[in-house]
């Protein structure tokens, strides 16, 4: 799989310190580098981990939660997805594994949090994804965001967890509203909650010359998405990109850290698009998933049930 990537991460203008975390890594069992890139990225069959993460709770707090939480994704997944044979591998077994993945992360943030008084109530943001078999998996918890730009458009591929896009669907607000809301960074969920994390998943078929852009609210909160797009056009390496883009939300204010992940998918492995094919975000049947991963367990029981 030919992959050509960069990543990019700035403190901004007014925050003390970095929270936001980013994470690129081959699901083959090495170690992940949180905030880190080999200098000669290695793909697996099991796929290629890309995520990004904007830790909450001031002061170190923050930091601790976005890089745990990233670590614990690759770690789990890794456990419970890439240590498999590929001849076995299923979609279905893919989402599962990214979808447990989030809540063991969430859980594992939670408890780091309990162990330290003045890292309590910290969290993090997560928008992960998994490329793998031609197909890109996400994983969306918060308001950091993934995009795909393919044939000079760009599409967001994941919906923010927030309180302003809620009023929006009730109706209390409008678009235009909530870019102006008081409460716009409002997040509904998040990786270190008490309550059960919800993260949202989906799939999109990829196709050659895609560009993956995966960021923190500090760069789509600063640079719209024409601004973005207008950058992408130019058709610069990943590097040059993110730097014209960092440059743009310094440039509108920096008012949050900056990070971001541009990968260029260009493997000759992945069709071309077609002229009217537009970007499709597929969700899983999570009943489905369920309702299996019920039969599994049932079914293990009555193996141990039987024995003497």
């Given at each position: 799989m030919l992959i050509d990537y960069a990543a990019i991460t700035h403190q901004g203008k007014v925050r003390k310190n970095n929270e936001d975390a980013y994470l690129v890594s081959a699901m083959d069992g090495e170690e992940p580098r949180v905030n880190g890139l080999s200098r000669a990225p290695k793909l697996c069959q099991a796929g290629l981990l890309a995520a990004v993460a904007d830790g909450m709770g001031g002061a170190a707090a923050g930091e601790v939660a976005s890089r745990e939480g990233l670590a614990c994704i690759a770690v789990y997944l890794f456990g419970h997805w890439g240590r498999y044979p590929a001849a076995d591998a299923t979609e279905d077994a893919l989402f599962r594994a990214i979808l447990g993945a989030a809540e063991e992360a969430s859980d594992a943030v939670l408890r780091y949090s309990d162990t330290d008084r003045r890292i309590r109530g910290m969290g993090s943001t997560l928008t992960a994804t998994?490329?793998?078999?031609g197909h890109l998996y996400l994983c969306q918890v918060g308001d950091s965001r993934a995009y795909l730009y393919r044939r000079a458009q760009l599409s967001q591929l994941t919906v923010d967890q927030t309180l302003v896009n809620e009023?929006?669907?009730s109706g209390f607000i409008t678009p235009e509203q909530a870019k102006t809301h008081p409460q716009r960074s409002m997040?509904?969920?998040a990786l270190g909650c008490p309550q059960p994390v919800k993260a949202a998943l989906g799939r999109v078929a990829l196709r050659r010359g895609d560009r993956l852009l995966i960021c923190?609210?500090?760069l789509h909160g600063e640079v719209s998405d024409?601004?973005?797009l207008a950058?992408?056009?130019k058709g610069y390496s990943p590097r040059r990109s993110l730097e014209l883009l960092l440059e743009a939300?310094?440039?509108h204010g920096g008012r949050d850290n900056i990070t971001a992940l541009l990968l260029h998918l260009d493997d000759p492995a992945f069709p071309l698009p077609h002229a009217d094919e537009g970007i499709q975000v597929i969700a899983p049947n999570l009943k489905a998933m369920e309702e299996?991963?019920?039969g599994v367990f049932a079914r293990i029981g009555r193996i141990f049930s039987s024995q003497p």
């Open positions: 998994v490329i793998w078999n009023m929006i669907s997040i509904t969920q923190s609210d500090g024409d601004q973005i950058i992408l056009d939300a310094l440039d299996h991963s019920r």
